[in-house]
């Protein structure tokens, strides 16, 4: 046989036999439907299966991988989501005609907790990019609330 058509069938075989590995292996199938639940944004369900596939093999790199971007995507789904919430309690007190110390202090503590909780959030090379933008424009909110509460 030839060499130019040797190592591209070695290789082929071995792609193959990864390939049905993969497929068979009960950890690393749950490693694959996490990574699709973690693609489509439900990252709790993503968790609980590389949580499972870790469990299973703890050599899975891959559920490792995707247990630890779970974390990171869910932190920053739980900003934002805690963000949305705060911005329209605000925009509520905002209503009123006059806005007392207390809802001052209020407003100045609910920014002082969301800057801060920001600050700690640490996103990775394939955190959203939409879910890392949202945070960024709700600090940026804060931080330009907090100017106006303190003036």
Avoid: W
Avoid at 9 to 32: C, D, Q, R
Avoid at 78 to 92: F, H, L, P, S, T
């Amino acid at each position: 046989m030839n060499v130019k058509v040797l190592f591209p069938l070695i290789a082929l075989v071995l792609v193959l036999i990864m390939g049905i590995y993969f497929l068979i292996n009960p950890s690393y199938e749950k490693s694959i439907r996490a990574k699709y639940y973690y693609e489509i944004g439900n990252y709790q369900e993503a968790l609980v299966l590389a949580k499972e596939a870790f469990s299973m093999d703890v050599y899975n790199r891959m559920a490792a991988t995707i247990m630890a971007q779970s974390i990171t995507s869910m932190k920053y789904a739980n900003y934002v989501r805690d963000a949305k919430k705060y911005m329209q309690e605000i925009n509520v007190i905002a209503e009123h005609e006059v806005i007392s110390d207390a809802d001052k202090a209020k407003i100045r503590l609910i920014c002082d907790i969301m800057i801060s909780a920001y600050k700690k959030l640490a996103p990775s090379v394939v955190t959203d990019e939409q879910l890392i933008k949202d945070a960024a424009k709700y600090y940026a909110g804060f931080e330009k609330l907090l100017e106006k509460v303190n003036r």
